[in-house]
């Protein structure tokens, strides 16, 4: 009698992570994950021939997915190409949690939100997403690449929120022309009251 082995479990998500090959990058979404690998799904990627892992003739790349705090080595073992969108089958080679990179060591419970703010960099407020919170800092994404330092002091706003407050900058992690991931404590916040509606006054005899 043969017995079926079966597939690991898999976890679906939308995580952001990143792949690279010999020094070339490329923004993925992780559309689920088990303990043996994951689905990779490329961003802004339609042509299978000017993937990184093609263009250096590789099929290990190495893998980072902040939001789980994974980074590793993986291998490809298939490439899916449906209604222009193409997605990556790996198998793990390596996976380390809490590794050397210096936003991974975390002391602080860290909350999973998703706010629309705003962070002042270089003159000019560029929209972000925040990823997690926590009690003295957070995480967060934006759909651009972005120039600043760690140790760079800047302004945020939730204008949704009528907050804003100082940030700094601890790490940044970034695909050239893509997308850029901050990571920063919280100096100090207030309330904003310019965020707040401007509301008519009523004349004193208008009652």
């Known amino acids: 009698m043969k017995f079926l082995q079966k597939r690991p479990y898999r976890k679906n998500l ?7 090959v010999d020094g070339l990058r490329q923004a993925v979404t992780i559309k689920n994950i088990s303990l043996t690998g994951a689905l990779a799904e490329l961003q802004n990627h339609t042509d299978v021939d000017d993937l990184p892992f093609v263009l250096a003739n590789s099929t290990t790349l190495e893998i980072q997915i902040p ?16 209604q222009n969108q193409i997605a990556l089958g790996l198998k793990f080679k390596k996976l380390w949690l809490n590794s050397d990179v210096a936003h991974k060591n975390r002391k602080a419970y860290r909350k999973k939100l998703t706010l629309p703010g705003e962070i002042l960099i270089q003159g000019n407020y560029q929209g972000f997403v925040s990823v997690n919170v926590s009690q003295d800092g957070m995480m967060i994404h934006l759909a651009k690449s972005v120039q600043i330092a760690p140790g760079e002091v800047t302004k945020f706003r939730f204008k949704q929120m009528g907050v804003a407050g100082e940030f700094k900058i601890i790490w940044i992690d970034s695909v050239p022309r893509v997308c850029t991931w901050i990571g920063g404590r919280c100096l100090g916040m207030i309330k904003e009251k310019i965020f707040a509606p401007t509301l008519p006054k009523l004349a004193a005899n208008s009652i």
């Open 67 to 82: 939001d789980l705090k994974l980074k590793g080595q993986a291998e490809i073992v298939r490439i899916e190409n449906k």
């Open 14 to 20: 939308s995580a952001q992570g990143l792949i690279a």
